[in-house]
């Protein structure tokens, strides 16, 4: 059972976490997700949870005293927590990363917003023995908040986890798919299905012969030329 914590002010953002897989994960008790409010921490009237950066500067920093509080209420001592921290200043995610987060026991998302969270919370947990900090972008580009990296993040993960998907074979030819070693990265082959002429149209003549031997050949020539055509962009 993989505990999944998100923490951000606008939790109703993250409702879509319920639906399809994720759903079915949960329902299964594979999967445990559980949002909060970081408002619910702020004990002043107006609940602010962010503050003018200190050396000046544009926007609003978000204060740690909150983000303290909502990450220590959710953690016991004797755990392993991964605290993932979301910021277009971190790490670029990846599939090998996604299989790396699919094997944790307690996963928390700090949802940030405006130019981002205190640096000291970061510091601190990184600091404490069991928590693992990661900082983590999802591409070059920036959103208004850590909420939908978040669900990114964790769709890619999810699926992963043994017994979330219906069939495991899937995880097998997809795109970026992981043969053990992380290294052989191509994506997919390009998919056909009936009719066998659309719109003038013709699938491959190799997927109808029922050769299986010149069918991988020609799957794994396509999926090189598409990883190669990628690279060169
Ligand atoms: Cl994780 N957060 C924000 N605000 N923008 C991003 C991002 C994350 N990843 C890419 N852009």
Known sequence: MLQID????????L????????GKAQDKQLLSINIHDLRDQTADVHHSVDDTPYGGGAGMVMSPVAW????DQI?????IVD?????????????????????????IFAC??????DARVGQYYADKANFRVHEISIGDYVLGGGEVAAMVIIEATARLIPGVLGNPDSLKEESHSITGDGEDLLVE???????????GLEVPQV?????????????????ERRTRELGSE
Do not use: C, M, V
Request: a positive charge; charged letters at 25%.
């Open 68 to 71: 303290g509080d909502a990450i």
């Open 207 to 223: 997927l109808l012969s029922g050769n299986h031997g010149e069918i991988a050949k020609w799957r794994k020539a396509q999926a």
């Open 6 to 13: 998100l923490i951000s002010i606008f939790p109703e953002y």
């Open 112 to 117: 940030g917003r405006y130019e981002g969270i």
């Open 83 to 107: 605290l993932i921290i979301l910021t277009p200043a971190g790490r670029k995610f990846t599939q090998k990363i996604a299989l790396e987060f699919s094997k944790s026991k307690h996963i």
């Open 15 to 22: 409702a879509p976490l319920k639906l399809s897989l994720l």
């Open 75 to 79: 953690t016991k001592d004797d755990e």
């Open 189 to 199: 082959y390009p998919n056909y299905t009936k009719p066998a002429n659309w719109r």
